[in-house]
Structures are given as C-alpha cells and as structure tokens.
C-alpha cells in the first residue's frame, strides 16, 4: 500500500483529501487533494483522481472512472459506467443519463464518456451513450442527444454544435 493512503476496509482515500459528511462506499478510490461538500455520494468500484472537487450532494455511481483535477458543482448526477477525463467541470444541477427507457423490461445502461477539458453548464442534460470530445462546452440547460465533437459548443435542447468561440479554446485550469 502507498504510505500516502489510508485503506479502510477496501475503501481508498488519498493524502490531504477533505472528506465531509456523506458516504464513500468500499472498493471506491479517491486520490490526493480531494475535496467534498456535505451529503455527497461515492459508490463501489469508482475511481476518482486526484485534485477533484466534488460538491454538495453530488452522486457519482459505481463503476465509474473520473480524472484528475475534475470539478463537479452542486447536485451534480453521473450515473453508473460513466468516464471522465482529466479537467471535466460541471455545473451545478448537471445531469448525465444512462437508460434511455426509464420503464423497461430490460436492463440496458449505455455509458457516457467526457473527454479532457469538458465544461458542461449548470442544469444541462446529457443523454445516454453520448461522447463529448476534448474541449467541447456544453451550455447551460442544453439537452445533448447526440456526440459533441471535440472543442465544439453545444447549446439548445436538443442541442445544436457549432465550432468553440476562439477564446474558449484553451484546457481548463481546475486544481
């Protein structure tokens, strides 16, 4: 074990993480320098990197895999499977989908993936089995049914793409 982690029974938090009140499942993974808020929810077999913010009331579900330096707002939803890159922000009420048929006779989860440097705004929806490629921006309240192109802004519901503005096109600087 690295001497800079303290296992708890399966579960792994990494050195200077502030941990409030809230739950982190066993099997989770959380690296060093993270911050929560109050009420959040981690969930077995996800990994999240290190330097991340994870706000109040925020659920992110098992198996899920989040990068470094991430930045997820109040009442943010990531829901089982999902992948986020390095740098992702999202915004506050931000909700990704993975059943596209709520009610079903199947189980059928489709993940979503966020590239590096995604910025999703406050209240936006992202749907099932969508990918948002590097750098792409996502407005706020936008619906996202179909991928977004790397560095790309999306807006509208559903959404529509065009090319990001010049002075967006830079990484995010979270952490």
Known sequence: MNENRKSIEGCIIGANSTIRPGAIYSTA?????????????IRENTIVGDGCLIGTNVVIDNDCIVGDNCSFQTGAYIP???KIGNRVFLGPNTSLTNDKTPLRTEYNLESITLENDVTVGSNATIMPGITVGEGAFIAGGAVVTKDVPAWHLAKGCPATYSK???RLKKPNRLG
């Open 29 to 41: 993974r959380v690296g060093k320098d993270t911050r929560t808020g109050h009420n959040f929810l």
């Open 80 to 82: 089982t499977g999902t």
């Open 164 to 166: 990001l503005p010049e």
